[in-house]
């Protein structure tokens, strides 16, 4: 069925959702980060699809509250959000803009493609090239691949010593 | 339309895995040896929690009854939980929990990339999406094991300990028995025992990095996933289930 007149175009309603930061980072979009996936009119409903970042990630409930909350503000009462767990969310799919923005913020953003699931061994890997955000060294080290949020990383730096976040890859 | 009665035993089993692993790791909360591994026992956590949600929300669906996530989790009694032994195990040392940790991710991500491909598309896609979670697990307690069994001899002998005393609960996760074998027929499930050789290779291995002797024992800790459990258990519920067992349907 097509949209009524007065609705919003869908592209409209990116460019909102644009504009709903991520509750946790909060400089970085729930567009830039990836997690919208689809949005689209069905018989006068929005429909919005969201793929969350980590299974259990706390974030995911706030973020599906704040999306309603900026739809409802722009007068949109009839949503549908719908979680959409496949494909896997992957860090491949951070916008560009979004991966400068974390750099700005003092996070190193995901640094080339998901590590392939099938690299289990624990042992050294090829070592990623991860810049501090705040010196822009390279001579940085991993201190545990687990960070202050699920989808981050504790690193610290060689050169100017400050340990840093890293959004690592999925 | 097929008998459920398997299917919902079997996701059982893989939510209450996670279920009860998290709460143990969840216990660690505030206590872990520095503040790093602190947080990372706790995203460990949080992940199989969100994970064991995914799961269980489909078994609910799967039953019929209209169960959902929170009925499974907190209005069970120990009999009606379906996880390894292995996981109930108390968290005892650093390396205690680690060893466990290990044992359990080997498997876990083994079984996670069968899973990735099952002919029921509902649980192929939780399994795709978990085994991404999974193999930072399993990467980190890999590293660790070797990093504390090679290591100083307080380390190395407390690590040989660990990897000793929990060994016998191993056993367990390559059993099968008919609700595995219901579900494998239909290309849903995964043969348990199938996961028994690509988990030697990956334990041996990490072992033998470690610097660790490999237990030869083989007389398995057997129950858990037919509701018989270790005494642990019921504390374990005691803990998690108190508040919706005292006050029925308080929300947070």
């Known amino acids: 069925m097509k949209a009524q007149p007065q609705n919003p175009t869908v592209e409209q309603v990116w460019t909102w959702l644009a504009e709903v930061n991520d509750p946790e980072i909060p400089v970085i979009s729930v567009v830039d980060l990836g997690i919208v996936r689809e949005v689209f009119w069905r018989e006068n409903v929005l429909h919005v699809a969201i793929t969350p970042t980590y299974s259990g990630c706390p974030a995911t409930r706030i973020i599906e509250q704040d999306i309603a909350e900026a739809l409802r503000q722009r007068g949109l009462t009839q949503v549908q959000l719908e979680t959409r767990i496949s494909p896997a969310w992957t860090t491949d799919w951070l916008s560009e803009q979004g991966r400068e923005k974390l750099t700005s913020y003092g996070i190193a953003p995901p640094s080339g493609s998901a590590i392939p699931i099938t690299d289990i061994s624990g042992g050294p890997r090829a070592v990623l090239r991860i810049v ?12 545990s691949d687990f960070g202050s949020t699920p989808c981050k990383a504790h690193y610290v730096c060689r050169s100017c010593m400050e340990p840093f976040d890293y959004f690592k890859c999925i | 339309m097929a008998d459920q009665q398997p299917l919902f035993e079997y996701l059982l089993r893989l939510g209450d895995n996670g279920v009860i692993l998290s709460h143990r790791l969840s216990e660690w909360c ?57 996981v109930e195990q108390p968290n005892g040392d650093f390396a205690h ?156």
């Not at chain 2, 206590?31 to 969100?50: C, F, M, Q, S, Y």
């Not at chain 2, 209209?66 to 499974?72: A, K, M, P, V």
């Open chain 1, 132 to 143: 501090c955000p705040r010196c822009s060294s390279d001579q940085t080290r991993k201190i």
């Open chain 2, 30 to 86: 505030g206590h872990g040896p520095v503040l790093e591994e602190d947080l990372a026992l706790t995203n460990v956590a949080l992940d199989l929690i969100g994970q064991a949600r995914l799961w269980l929300t489909l078994a609910g669906s799967v039953e019929g009854k209209g169960r959902d996530e929170d009925q499974l989790a907190y209005l069970r009694d120990a009999g009606g939980f379906r996880n390894l032994l292995l």
């Open chain 2, 97 to 252: 929990t680690l060893a466990r940790q290990f044992y359990f991710d080997t498997w876990h991500y083994f079984l996670l990339r069968g899973l990735a491909g099952s002919s029921d598309s509902r649980i192929a896609e939780i399994a795709d999406k978990s085994l991404k979670e999974v193999a930072y697990h399993l990467r980190r307690s890999s590293e660790w094991v070797v990093t504390l069994g090679d290591g100083t001899p307080e380390s190395q002998g407390r690590m040989q300990t660990a990897v000793d005393a929990l060994w016998a609960y191993t056993g367990e996760m390559f059993e099968t028995d008919a609700v595995d074998m219901a579900v494998v027929e239909d290309g849903v499930g995964v043969n348990p025992d199938t996961l028994r050789e690509p988990w030697a290779a990956h334990v041996y291995d990490t072992l033998e990095r470690a610097t660790l002797r490999p237990p030869d024992e083989n007389w398995w800790h057997k129950g858990g996933k037919r509701g018989l459990h270790s005494e642990h258990l019921g504390f374990i519920l005691a803990d998690m289930q108190f508040l919706q067992r005292a006050y029925p349907n308080a929300r947070w």
